[in-house]
Each structure stands twice: as structure tokens, then as C-alpha cells.
């Protein structure tokens, strides 16, 4: 079992940056995915970005690459988002996810067994 808790949202002016965190707790292991998704109203959830936890391959959506950067602290047990150049439409409920690494899309919301409470990014015109 896996507890994932996000942190680091808030308001931020467009063009500007955050990074988010999300901190893996209890029985993890080394051949796991980790993922962003993101949420807006009215949206489906959307993925983000993904990490495998062993390797350090990592995985964008179109929308945010060059823009975004997922990146790991096996340490700390850690998953970062850095998000850089912010628009208005990042503006979501972004949510930390992990699965085992097996054969599958990575991004795909229903692949992922493990979900944090969310955290809001609000980026303002």
C-alpha cells in the first residue's frame, strides 16, 4: 500500500512558476510509475507527466512539454512537477498517482491504483 500526499499549489501569475511535490509513504518499491494528472471543471482528468521511479524515464503530455518537468529524489521518496511559463489553462486540481511498472499506457488515469488528495494551481491573466 502506497499513501501519496501532494503540496505546493497555489496562485501564481501567468508566465510565472511552482513546483509541486508529492511525498510517497508506506510499502513502496523501486518499479513504480509515478504521474501527474491534472483536473479542471468541467475537464477530465488529463495526464500530466510520469516518471519511472527506477530508471528516471520520464513522459509528457504535448500540452506542457518544454514547459514542465517531472522529476524524482529517490532520498526522500519524492516526485517534483516543475512547471514553468504557466498559463491560464494549467489551471486544475493537479494530482500525484503511482502504479506498478508493468506493460501499459502510462497515461491513462484508470491504469493508476494510487491517488493523492489533490492540490489547486490557479494561474492568473
Known amino acids: 500500500q502506497v499513501q501519496l500526499v501532494e503540496s505546493g499549489g497555489g496562485l501564481v501569475q501567468a508566465g510565472g512558476s511552482r513546483r509541486l511535490s508529492c511525498a510517497a509513504s508506506g510499502r513502496t518499491f523501486s518499479s513504480y510509475v509515478m504521474a501527474w494528472f491534472r483536473q479542471a471543471p468541467g475537464k477530465e482528468r488529463e495526464f500530466v507527466a510520469a516518471?519511472?521511479?527506477?530508471?528516471?524515464?520520464?513522459y509528457y503530455a504535448d500540452s506542457v512539454k518544454g514547459r514542465f518537468t517531472i522529476s524524482r529524489d529517490n532520498a526522500k521518496n519524492t516526485v517534483y512537477l516543475q512547471m514553468n511559463s504557466l498559463k491560464p489553462e494549467d489551471t486544475a486540481v493537479y494530482y500525484c498517482a503511482a502504479r506498478g511498472l508493468y506493460s501499459g499506457s502510462l497515461r491513462a488515469s484508470s491504469e493508476y491504483a494510487y491517488w493523492g488528495q489533490g492540490t489547486q494551481v490557479t494561474v492568473s491573466s
Open positions: 516518471i519511472t521511479w527506477s530508471t528516471g524515464n520520464t
